[in-house]
């Protein structure tokens, strides 16, 4: 009796998630960026709650929670209640990058969440002022490989995305480079601009204006497509002995630990139907965003793959993030 009492427990159990998951969302939901409102995240953020208004017909709130290098909006969500109703936009740095560059989060970006589903990707941006020499990523590194002197290169930060691909790419190519730290991508397309630095690995974002007015030249993108805002511009992985290297910055959002499997499920199947449609397609590519719409296992496999290749770098090259 006490087993057909626990089977009917769960049945019901399982009746009652369902049927939530079919409703959900029956409340306003709250979209967390970690960064100030602007940015690319932001963006996107904007464009997926524009729309899922629309399906879910509930009011969606972006809320800008920035600071600490975005464990300070991580950690609302991590600490938020498991219902689906918070959810957060993360970009590498939050949730996988930092940590493993040794910085110092309230929550174990391993454990606190659960994905969701992949928004997009953006590539990251390889670019020098216009007086450096060669008009590609091939050639700048066949000057570079026949100089004395080693090509500094400027980023975000230490420990960013950007760092790391900076030093995968020295390692792929056997090309030293120098890493120049800046704090954000701003003062760092600043000295590029007055020709401080030879070279700059940013997001896109920040640059495509300045090269669009030939103010700066974009020498390459890092990510395994070409992107269909420059889609002119060769990859890293089109040079010769190159072409497993890949880095980008991506739109993930996530949900808190222990949120129900089947809202897990109808968020990332929503958010997959709304990045498909040609409208937001439209929207996320003018900002040099790739649609995605990656969940399930799937998705999981993406995320193991970016952290054994963030993993590796950090072991080879002593990769450490720095406030």
Wanted: charged fraction near 15%; hydrophobic fraction near 45%.
């Amino acid at each position: 009796m006490k087993i057909k009492a626990t089977l009917a427990g769960l049945a019901t159990a399982l009746v009652t998630a369902t049927a939530g998951a079919q409703t959900f969302p029956d409340k306003p939901v709250r979209l967390v960026v970690a960064y100030p409102a602007g940015g690319g995240l932001d963006y996107v953020a904007r464009v997926l709650a524009d729309q899922l208004r629309v399906v879910w017909g509930q009011p969606i709130v972006v809320e800008n929670k920035a600071g600490a290098s975005g464990s300070i909006g991580a950690d609302t969500v991590a600490k938020a209640r498991p219902d689906g109703l918070t959810l957060l936009l993360a970009s590498p740095a939050e949730v996988l990058v930092g940590p493993i560059a040794g910085q110092k989060t309230p929550y174990d970006p391993a454990k606190a969440f659960v994905p969701v589903s992949l928004a997009g990707e953006t590539p990251l941006g390889i670019v020098a002022h216009p007086s450096t020499p060669g008009g590609s990523i091939a050639e700048l590194l066949a000057v570079a490989k026949r100089s004395s002197q080693k090509l500094a290169y400027g980023t975000p930060g230490a420990g960013s995305s950007m760092h790391f691909a900076g030093e995968a790419l020295s390692q792929a190519s056997g090309v030293e480079l120098t890493h120049i730290p800046y704090r954000g991508a701003a003062p760092a397309v600043n000295d590029l601009l007055g020709n401080q630095i030879p070279l700059g690995i940013v997001g896109l974002p920040p640059v495509v204006a300045h090269v669009k007015a030939g103010k700066l030249k974009l020498l390459a993108v890092t990510t395994a497509k070409r992107s269909p805002a420059f889609p002119q511009v060769p990859t890293v992985a089109e040079v010769p002995g190159l072409a497993q290297y890949r880095f980008s910055n991506w739109m993930l959002l996530m949900a808190p630990a222990g949120t129900p499997a089947a809202i897990v499920d109808k968020l990332g199947s929503d958010v997959a139907q709304v990045v498909q449609t040609p409208s937001v397609q439209a929207k996320l590519e003018d900002a040099g965003v790739a649609p995605s719409g990656l969940r399930g296992a799937e998705l999981a496999r993406f995320i193991a793959d970016e952290r054994e290749r963030y993993s590796e770098v950090a072991r080879t090259r002593s990769v450490r993030f720095s406030d």
